[in-house]
């Protein structure tokens, strides 16, 4: 257990519909990192928070959106989806808002849209 | 631009062979972290290592060992005596800390490793 948590393992949804995935850092850590998986793309980042606050923005859609909550969780929300947004979706914490001690790695969310 | 290079897409071995992984990496900054990452077939990210840029010596950690040539851009990745339990996806990813992009890891495709018995 790398000690970030994201839930739902999986997720089965249909096109169009949407969708909330949602993370747990490791405890102590403030950074949330989003990353989306897939066949054609690999790992992409999509967007950071750090305390509460967004930090850094990476190839997020429009009908894609996020935020860290004073709990210090995460949830990243898809909306209108596409066949396309199938992946596998991984967040990350760490405890310094660039990284510099490492970044650990929840097992993730598969999506699939059908 | 940052950009994490793996020219192998797929390497098979048999087992006990040594093998090495590629990786090639651009960046305009000084300072940044070199990582590499495995995916196993249940699909977690698993952390193997972090370099920084600062510190070009090679590291070896058990039947791993890690060559990083700033002169190259390289941050070569060996196994040695290679072992079933190694077949995975091997990422290799860049850290910047560069202007609103603080942080986030740029990855490689990624080499699928085979090692048959």
């Known amino acids: 257990d790398s000690g970030v948590t994201q839930t739902p393992k999986h997720l089965i949804t249909a096109t169009g519909q949407r969708v909330t995935l949602r993370c747990s850092p490791r405890s102590g850590d403030l950074s949330v990192y989003w990353y989306q998986q897939s066949l054609d793309q690999g790992l992409q980042f999509l967007i950071q928070y750090y305390n509460g606050e967004e930090r850094a923005k990476g190839n997020i859609l429009e009908r894609f959106s996020a935020q860290q909550f004073p709990d210090l969780h995460s949830e990243l929300n898809l909306s209108s989806l596409e066949l396309g947004d199938s992946a596998l979706y991984f967040c990350?914490?760490?405890?310094?808002?660039?990284?510099?001690?490492?970044?650990?790695f929840g097992s993730g969310t598969r999506l699939t849209v059908v | 631009a940052q950009k994490v290079t793996q020219a192998q897409t797929e390497i098979s071995v048999v087992e006990k062979e040594d093998v090495t992984l590629d990786c090639v990496y651009e960046t305009r900054d000084t300072t940044y972290y070199l990582f590499w990452y495995k995916q196993p077939p249940s699909g977690e990210l698993v952390f193997l290592i972090r370099?920084?840029?600062?510190?070009?010596q090679n590291e070896i950690s058990g039947r791993y060992s890690w060559n990083f040539q700033k002169s190259t851009s390289s941050f070569n990745f060996t196994i040695t005596a290679s072992q079933v339990v190694d077949s995975a996806v091997y990422f290799c990813a860049l850290s910047e800390n560069y202007g609103g992009s603080q942080g986030n890891l740029i990855f490689g495709k990624g080499t699928k490793l085979s090692v048959k018995p």
């Open positions: 990350a914490s760490s405890s310094h808002p660039g990284g510099d001690y490492g970044y650990t």
């Open positions: 370099r920084n840029s600062f510190d070009e």
